[in-house]
């Protein structure tokens, strides 16, 4: 069960900060926010960040998100070594 919900987590995050469309979504909602709350746009585009988020607010388990924000930056510099574009 633990196992599913890291994978969970990490596919979420990726998917959010990866899919063209739903970045384009997020631009157009933050386009009407107050501008108090636009730096937070940043954190959506951010996969190490978002899974970060997305783990601690659904397990209210720090170490865990620490966790895998670490396995997210991991796979980010991997990708990024390999030039692999997905």
């Given at each position: 069960?633990?196992?599913?919900?890291?994978?969970?987590?990490?596919?979420?995050?990726?998917?959010?900060?990866?899919?063209?469309?739903?970045?384009?979504?997020?631009?157009?909602?933050?386009?009407?926010?107050?501008?108090?709350?636009?730096?937070?746009?940043?954190?959506?585009?951010?996969?190490?960040?978002?899974?970060f988020?997305?783990?601690?607010?659904?397990?209210?388990n720090?170490m865990?998100?620490?966790?895998?924000?670490?396995?997210?930056?991991?796979y980010?510099?991997?990708?990024?070594?390999?030039?692999?574009?997905i």
């Amino acid at each position: 069960m633990k196992m599913k919900m890291i994978i969970d987590t990490l596919l979420i995050g990726w998917f959010i900060s990866h899919f063209q469309p739903v970045q384009s979504f997020l631009d157009k909602v933050y386009k009407y926010l107050p501008e108090r709350l636009q730096f937070t746009r940043s954190y959506l585009g951010c996969f190490k960040c978002l899974t970060f988020w997305i783990t601690l607010l659904t397990t209210l388990n720090p170490m865990l998100a620490i966790l895998l924000s670490m396995v997210a930056y991991t796979y980010s510099r991997i990708m990024d070594t390999l030039n692999i574009k997905i």
